[in-house]
């Protein structure tokens, strides 16, 4: 765990990468309360019998926005600001779901810091890299490069 003093800190880390979160079981359970939350009831990830005899290694995959959504989760386990009132998602430069992610993969995410920015009231914008790794292959699933705003 990484841990920046204030958000200001984070401009003394440009270009570091901050290295990996813990690995993460995406097991169906999660994937299909995930559909139930987004209303993505597409078969690739909820039909478990139908994706044995038509899904390519015959197992569901989870959502890419899914995926995507682990970003703050696994972010967490990597760095965090000792002193900070708050943080904000910024939004996203881009994002591309380059692997599928098999039911019962573990995956982790692995950042980098691209660019530490002054913003209004003393808050700084992050960009990082964001790469969600999936155990045992050499494909990640996702690349996006995210922004957030911390505040001292």
Do not use: C
């Amino acid at each position: 765990m990484r841990i920046i003093d204030t958000p200001k800190d984070l401009k003394n880390h440009l270009g570091e990468d901050f290295g990996a979160s813990e690995w993460v079981t995406i097991d169906q359970a999660m994937i299909d309360k995930f559909a139930e939350a987004t209303g993505d009831y597409q078969w690739i990830h909820i039909d478990v019998a139908r994706a044995k005899t038509e899904m390519p290694g015959g197992k569901t995959i989870a959502h890419g926005f899914l995926t995507l959504s682990l970003i703050p989760r696994l972010g967490a386990l990597i760095w965090k600001i000792e002193r900070r009132s708050r943080g904000l998602n910024y939004g996203l430069n881009k994002v591309r779901f380059t692997a599928p992610v098999p039911v019962d993969s573990r995956v982790r995410l692995r950042q980098k810091l691209l660019a530490a920015d002054d913003v209004k009231d003393g808050g700084i914008r992050a960009t990082f890299e964001n790469v969600i790794e999936i155990e045992g292959q050499t494909q990640p699933a996702l690349i996006a490069e995210a922004l957030s705003i911390s505040y001292p």
